[in-house]
């Protein structure tokens, strides 16, 4: 199904984009630079949160994967309250303000994030409170309140208060000697109110008390005070209940929680002597950065509300006030908690090629053929396999890679340290500044180091986030190079989540490149002449504008599909513009951000842009240009933002060989037959889902790649 065939009747569209601009009329003399032809980058990634929010709703996904998609948008909502809302409110505090390509000035999206943000969390807690929690309770999960609590609850709550809340706990009462504490991003605290005087005969009137973040948010009760089904009691009802016992002698007149998001983005200067040593230093002060949100209880007094504003240096325009515990992103706890399986997805098992089934070595398979995986329907394993091999292998002299998210224990990490201890040589290009994975990073250089590893922080103003493996192997008296490449990280955890590809090769063209791209980032001297590779800084961004307007100069002949995570770059967007004004049928299929607007007369009437949002989020990015009949097709670990294109270390690789290129073809055809899972672009910022037609069968694009790839019918 395409998108011409979307039910609008049965479509669902996202409330509060922004107002709907005048569009030119249609014509050449259109300006594809002019304001009203972008929409804002803030606003767009809200759309997606609400988006991800909006799955909570849809009856199709298990029980418990609906409430972890309310957990995610608040997790989302937190990583753009921490970087996005801090960022523009930066360019407010020192006079550094720009303005977007959209046109709107920071204070004037700051104001729009604030309406549309309070909508979209006050609904969030509706789902919450009025759909997936009586859904859970006749699921026999309970959520029990303090006023539910039985005789035997009650006294089982104040056991576990007393031995494990108790002693870990320090209420800091609001006086001279007890100024306002600096509280940790994100923690969950309370305000209490009292009333009396203390042991030194203080008369403070207010306390406030952090909730240690080693405990439990949720605690499952015991099956022996309940009568049946799944029992969970949050930490902040067993706090409030026993309040008092934290001010002896004191009366407690209330106790409110509330939670402070603060600015968590790092400034390094570009002229660093030691990377690691200030990003130590600067992980520091992640914690206690400026505020930037307050979410309060909803019956919290007025007067206590504007007491923790003052405190916080924040506005109304910064408060939410939430029907609901303060942090919601700690529900994702709950799957753990309970045992029902027959609530959450079913599991399946990733596929692994015959080719790879069939031979014992990874180089075979790999000189044979190239390969490539999607996961995560199709496994992990074999890029693990790789350099386990390559690690014990008497015939591999050097593993080269690029490390930007790994995840604690790693197995490929594991693998990189058993060929240093063995005797090769191992090169890891680490990029510290990988956002939130910072300090998870620093403990990986250093683990490295220890076993032989030769580390390199990439450079400085520039982060490292192609994925690349270069392994040197001695076969028949000559050196040949084996590579993997990848559009997503070196993370297990995250291949059974992300959609993405990889693609090993012997190549001798494309290890020649990875090999001078290895020698750029860890060495000095000028960029070095790339064969068939893009990258970033320096040709990625050229050659990806000429592509599209060889395009455009094929007219109605032109075909471009392009998938991505955000597209923002301006030049991008222009040379897109000017495709469809040629002539060219343009797809675009773009989980997040999309600053392009579609489907304009005159401007962008050939373009289409839908987001797929499923069970895994999806990462992949590729690129097809139809050339003629003569398709040119590209995996990356770039997206069409200015970051990727112009900022960071990124590569765009061919997939040449024709099975394998039109295999990325029939998937992109897959995402774009979506008629369930995808959700439509709309020319005035909305968006609207897909639905099916009267008479048509639901086509979801991750479960048809599901069944297609591991044989799942889920």
């Known amino acids: 199904m395409t998108t011409e065939s979307a039910n609008q009747d049965n479509a669902v569209e996202s409330p509060n984009v922004p107002a709907p601009v005048e569009l030119p009329e249609p014509g050449n003399d259109i300006n594809v630079a002019a304001a009203e032809n972008y929409f804002n980058r803030e606003l767009s990634q809200l759309q997606f949160n609400y988006r991800v929010l909006k799955q909570a709703l849809d009856t199709t996904h298990p029980l418990l994967n609906r409430l972890m998609f309310c957990c995610i948008f608040s997790s989302n909502m937190d990583e753009f309250f921490e970087i996005r809302v801090a960022g523009l409110r930066q360019q407010i505090k020192y006079g550094r303000e720009t303005l977007g390509s959209d046109g709107m000035m920071p204070e004037e999206v700051l104001g729009e994030i604030s309406r549309v943000a309070h909508e979209y969390i006050r609904e969030q807690y509706e789902i919450l409170n009025d759909v997936l929690i009586p859904e859970m309770e006749r699921e026999n999960i309970h959520f029990v309140r303090r006023r539910e609590w039985t005789a035997e609850q009650a006294d089982w709550v104040r056991h576990y208060f007393e031995d494990e809340i108790l002693p870990v706990v320090s209420p800091i009462g609001l006086d001279p000697s007890h100024p306002f504490p600096r509280l940790v991003n994100k923690s969950l605290n309370f305000i209490v109110e009292l009333d009396g005087k203390d042991a030194f005969g203080r008369e403070t ?26 029992n969970l009691v949050f930490l902040s009802s067993m706090i409030h209940a026993h309040a008092e016992e934290l001010f002896p002698g004191m009366e407690v007149k209330g106790c409110y929680q509330f939670r402070l998001t603060r600015n968590a983005d790092l400034e390094l200067e570009d002229d660093l002597e030691d990377l690691a040593s200030a990003l130590r230093g600067e992980l520091l002060s992640r914690r206690f950065g400026d505020g930037v949100r307050l979410e309060v209880a909803d019956n919290c007094p007025e007067e206590l509300v504007q007491f923790l504003l003052r405190e916080f240096g924040l506005t109304d325009r910064d408060l939410y006030k939430v029907h609901g515990p303060v942090n919601l992103t700690r529900l994702m706890a709950v799957g753990g908690l309970v045992d029902r399986p027959d609530l959450t997805y079913s599991n399946f098992s990733p596929s692994i090629p015959r080719l790879i089934r069939s031979k014992d070595s990874m180089f075979d398979a790999i000189r044979k053929r190239p390969l490539l995986l999607l996961h995560p329907y199709e496994n992990f394993s074999p890029v693990v396999d790789l350099l386990r091999q390559a690690a014990k292998d008497t015939q591999v002299l050097a593993i080269r890679q690029t490390l930007y998210r790994t995840g604690a224990d790693s197995e490929i990490v594991e693998a990189l340290m058993d060929a240093a201890r063995r ?130 100069e094929l007219g109605e002949k032109g075909r471009i599909i392009l998938k991505f995570n955000a597209l923002t770059e301006r030049e991008l967007i222009k040379a897109l513009y000017r495709a469809s004004q040629a002539g060219v049928k343009v797809d675009l299929i773009i989980r997040g951000i999309c600053c392009l607007r579609p489907e304009v007369p005159g401007l962008s009437e050939n373009i289409r842009v839908r987001s797929i949002i499923g069970r895994f989020l999806e990462h992949t990015r590729v690129y097809y240009f139809g050339n003629d009949g003569r398709p040119d097709v590209y995996c990356s670990s770039a997206d069409g933002m200015e970051r990727n294109l112009l900022n960071r270390v990124e590569t765009a690789f061919p997939v040449e060989d024709p099975s394998l290129s039109a295999r990325l073809r029939e998937d992109l055809d897959t995402y774009l037959a979506d008629n369930c899972q995808s959700w439509i672009l709309q020319s005035d910022g909305s968006y609207v889902q897909n639905q099916p037609a009267e008479g048509e069968d639901r086509f979801a694009s991750q479960l048809v790649l599901l069944e297609r790839l591991t044989g799942t019918s889920q």
């Open 205 to 230: 009137g207010m306390a406030i008390v952090p909730a240690p973040r080693s405990l439990p948010r949720l605690v499952r009760l015991p099956d022996d005070v309940c009568s049946g089904g799944e």
């Open 423 to 552: 005797g090769k040589e191992v090169t890891a290009i680490i990029e510290l500044r990988a956002r939130f994975s910072e300090a998870e990073n620093l403990e990986l250089a250093s683990r490295l180091q220890e076993a032989g590893v030769i580390v390199v922080y990439g450079v400085v103003g520039y982060k490292c986030h192609a994925k690349m493996i270069l392994i040197v192997r001695r076969e028949e008296g000559r050196l040949r190079r084996y590579v993997h490449l990848g559009t997503g990280n070196y993370h297990a955890g995250n291949a059974r989540l992300y959609t993405d590809y990889s693609f090993m090769t012997c190549d001798e063209s494309i290890g020649d490149d990875v090999n001078k791209l290895f020698q750029q980032l860890t060495g000095m001297g000028k960029a070095l002449k790339i064969k068939k590779l893009f990258h970033s800084p320096f040709t990625l961004h050229s050659r990806l504008l000429a592509l599209v307007d060889r395009e455009a």
